[in-house]
C-alpha cells in the first residue's frame, strides 16, 4: 500500500481502534453478561467472515465443506474458552497479542531482512517474528509481576534465570501462535482474492482480520491451563 494512502487511513485506523478498545474496556468492566454477550457477538461476526471467505475460495465441494466444519471448531471453541477465562487471563491474553504485533511491526519495519512465507503475507518479516518474541516475553514480565504483587503484596519481584527462560519460552509459543494465526487468514484471504475479511471496521478491514492472532492465542492459554489443572 503506497504511503500516502497509509497516511490518509491513520486518522481513521486511530479513531476505530480507540472505539473498539473502549467498548470492549467497557465490557471487561462490566462483567457477566455484557462482557458474555460481547465475546458471544464478536465470535459470531468472526464466524460469519469465516465463511465468507471459504466460500469464495476455490476449494470445491468437500474442501469447502470441511473446512466450514473445521473452522467453527477452531473459531467457536476458541470462543468458548475466552468466555471461561477470568477476567486477569482474558486482559493477559489480548494483551500479550497487542505487544507481539506492535513489537512485530516495528521490528519488521526498523530491521527488515528476509521475509517468512512472502507468498502468504509479504510484510511478515523473520525479525519481526523476533520482535514478537520479544514483546510476548515483556507483556508476560509485567503481567506476571503485577499479579504477583496483587496476590502476595510484594513491593518488589525479581525474576530467577529459570523464571526469565520460562517467560522467554512461553512469550516464543504465544508469539508463534499469533502469528501462526495471521498467516492463516493471510492464505484464506489470497485464496478467496480479497484483501479484507470485511469492511466493518473502517480502516482495519473486518473482526476476522483483528481476531486472527487472538484465536490461537486463546487456544493455547486452554491448553496450559488444563494441563495445569
Known amino acids: 500500500m503506497p504511503l500516502a494512502t497509509k497516511a490518509s487511513d491513520l486518522p481513521m485506523r486511530v479513531l476505530s481502534a480507540a472505539v ?22 464478536v465470535v459470531i461476526v468472526t464466524l460469519a467472515e469465516f465463511y465468507r471467505l471459504v466460500l469464495k475460495a476455490p476449494f470445491g465441494i468437500v ?31 489480548i494483551g500479550s497479542v ?13 530491521l527488515g531482512g ?5 507468498k502468504i503475507s509479504p510484510s511478515k518479516t523473520w525479525a519481526g517474528l523476533l520482535g514478537g518474541v520479544v514483546g510476548s516475553s515483556l507483556w508476560l514480565g509485567i503481567f506476571v509481576y503485577v499479579a504477583a504483587r496483587q496476590v502476595s503484596g510484594a513491593n518488589t519481584l525479581g525474576f530467577e534465570a529459570g523464571e526469565l527462560g520460562t517467560l522467554v519460552l512461553m512469550g516464543a509459543a504465544i508469539a508463534v501462535a499469533a502469528q501462526s494465526g495471521d498467516f492463516f487468514e493471510s492464505w484464506l484471504k489470497r485464496k478467496a482474492g480479497v484483501k479484507d475479511s470485511s469492511n466493518l471496521i473502517p480502516g482495519h478491514g473486518g473482526f476476522f482480520d483483528r481476531t486472527d492472532g487472538i484465536i490461537p492465542v486463546v487456544l493455547l492459554a486452554g491448553l496450559f491451563l488444563n494441563v495445569m489443572r
Open 20 to 41: 473498539m478498545m473502549a467498548i470492549a474496556i467497557a465490557a471487561i468492566v462490566a462483567g457477566d453478561p455484557w462482557l458474555d454477550l460481547f465475546i458471544a457477538a
Open 114 to 118: 528476509p521475509k517468512i512465507a512472502p
Open 98 to 110: 497487542i505487544f507481539v504485533d506492535s513489537f512485530a511491526y516495528a521490528f519488521g519495519r526498523t
Open 63 to 93: 474442501g469447502k465443506g470441511v473446512g466450514l466444519f473445521a473452522g467453527t471448531i477452531y473459531i467457536a471453541l476458541a470462543g468458548l474458552i475466552l468466555n471461561a477465562l477470568p477476567v486477569p487471563m482474558i486482559i493477559g491474553v
